[in-house]
């Protein structure tokens, strides 16, 4: 039993879509989210700056006394969750592209996938990709530009609609019937992909699996906490709070504070 917050991280903004989860799982839990928009996007870094950017916010979480770390970014976990979990003996939960259902349940043996261009050059997705999808034919797109536009409030803009609509389209011709998500910035795309692809094309994306696996997790480290009262969220930016502002629910936006980490 332990009352210390869970501690979540990404490049920015878009691992809320994460805390949503984790906040809606285990909802007793406190929380602790950085977002290191400063340093967004990481998916055009090389991987030893992933390494070194993903050290420096888990020894911020961890000084925070977090007591288990979600990294809940694609990039940071397919780049960096080994060193992490290497080099600091908290619990590690990491967040990849969810091919294996995609693959599985695909009727078309075809099937898209959008993510940073370090989350689809990582050794780690070439591994998971082999295992799961030998048999589909996996269309990968790099999903330039779309980070910088959520991170800078730009998600409803007609800038963000034609780019990412360019992103899909090519993998609709193809006749993809499956859609993964594999940026946790992703998720807050999902109303505008839902307007541009076809009904039958299902989104994927890893949240709510990620979730499960943190409560399964500190299960078993026995790192829950016995509180039985909601728990408190911090949020922390190294950037402008506006952006965390927009996206977090209300309640959430008093305990967003600036932090120079
Ligand atoms: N949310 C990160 C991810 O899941 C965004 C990566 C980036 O900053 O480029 O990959």
Not at 193 to 198: H, N, V, Y
Request: net charge neutral; with cysteine.
């Amino acid at each position: 039993m332990n009352t210390n917050a869970i501690g979540i991280f990404d490049s920015g903004i878009g691992g809320t879509s994460i805390w949503k989860e984790i906040a809606s799982t285990l909802p007793y839990e406190n929380t602790c989210y950085l977002a290191d928009s400063k340093n967004a996007p990481y998916g055009k870094r090389s991987k030893d700056e992933i390494i070194a950017l993903s050290i420096k916010n888990t020894e911020q979480l961890i000084a925070f006394g977090c007591k288990i770390i979600v990294v809940a970014c694609n990039t940071a976990t397919t780049n960096a969750i080994k060193e992490l979990r290497a080099r600091f003996e908290l619990p590690f939960i990491g967040i990849e592209p969810a091919i294996k259902p995609a693959a599985l349940y695909t009727k078309t043996q075809k099937i898209g996938i959008l993510a940073t261009k370090g989350t689809l050059s990582s050794q780690l997705f070439a591994k998971t990709s082999d295992l799961y999808a030998h048999h589909t034919e996996v269309i990968e797109v790099v999903g330039a530009g779309l980070v910088e536009l959520i991170e800078q409030d730009k998600t409803y803009s007609t800038e963000m609609y034609q780019l990412l609509e360019s992103y899909v389209q090519p993998m609709v011709a193809q006749n993809i019937d499956h859609l993964v998500l594999g940026c946790t910035h992703y998720p807050y795309l999902i109303p505008l992909l839902r307007q541009m692809l076809p009904k039958h094309i299902q989104i994927i994306d890893s949240g709510a699996a990620v979730a499960k696996q943190t409560k399964a997790i500190l299960c078993k480290h026995q790192l829950t906490t016995p509180n039985t009262t909601t728990g408190t969220h911090r949020f922390y930016t190294n950037s402008s709070t506006t952006a965390l502002k927009n996206i977090l629910p209300t309640q959430e936006q008093l305990a967003i504070r600036l932090l120079d980490f």
